[in-house]
């Protein structure tokens, strides 16, 4: 059950989400997370608690639809003068936010949801970001990867190392994004006359 | 809060958790999860629920307890004469059982916990597939990437897809295991007197 899209601003219904989605948020910061419930968000919201069923099935539903709004980037990638520096500084970024303690609970909670059309949106989030990078980098006349590689070689690692292993460090992410950068000579050999070493 | 590691085997502690986890399975199997709580647990295992609660906290924690118990490695990587091969039927079972509906919630269960440790559990699991793989290629005289760059190369975006966005296909997974492979030559080029393409 996922909550509708395309609210009308202003709306009855908009305003019920607001408002709710601000009580979550209000209940989170002020106790632990095991002891919200959905009779208590309501209370908060001045809403009934049949009103929050009905429109979210269930409180892991409302937490990971909470969640996954604040993990919607409120800013574009930092323009750094240079392709690779945008990334650099945007995964970086990317990987502070998500190690934290808030970070890692707002995946777990878009993850816990048995639907998974929130990580879906979370997925192009992040994908959305890496293209506008690409566009700035098509607009300097730089050569730059696609955003699926970059999904594949700088977010999937970063995540993965967030859920299962450890926090990835600054070095580790410049890493990555090092990696895939030193490849793109070599990505379009076939397109040139001349190989760049024996130019 | 972690269930005691090293349980001496046949020991009474070893008896609860096998008694305790054959009955989360048996109750998994036969009811929606949502329905699973500890009381029911501790009647079908024979145990009072208070003996569940010391030993591993909570649900949650009880069932990334079982499920990254499920999703230990049971067999070796199956040999296919090359590293290649080896590492593409790995993949490709790996993708598929993690994108099944089981495969997703023992993940999700796996995650949910608040302790990581089974998460890094899972994480060691796969890592030592990945060497097994890597001794028998040193083995063949085969070059074959490190273990930490086939986590970053080929697992995390499996697991990336099947958690975030769609279930990676077996031709995903080819060309992921492709492009990892297709880079070894490269990655050794100092070591040779003579280009290969050049020789």
Known sequence: MTAKENLRPGGRSARVQASVHKAVRTLLN????S??????????????????????????????DVAVERLRPDMQ???????????QAWAEQYAE?????????MIRDVLAAQDNANACKCHAFT?????????????????????????DRVVAPILYGVLFGEAPT?????????????ERPAAIPRQRASAPKSA
């Open 30 to 33: 002020a106790m632990d997370r």
């Open 35 to 64: 002891e919200v419930t959905i009779p208590l968000i309501a209370t908060e919201a001045g809403v009934t608690p049949s009103t929050i069923y009905r429109r979210w099935g269930d409180l892991q539903e409302l937490l990971a």
């Open 170 to 182: 600054s070095r580790r992410v410049d890493g990555l994004v090092a990696d895939v950068m030193a």
């Open 97 to 105: 936010e998500m190690s934290s303690g808030p970070g890692r609970e």
């Open 127 to 151: 994908r959305e970001q890496m293209e506008l990078i690409g566009v700035r980098a098509a607009e300097r006349g730089e050569s730059f990867p696609s955003a699926d590689v970059l999904m």
């Open 77 to 87: 990638p930092v323009d750094t003068g240079s392709a690779k520096g945008d990334l």
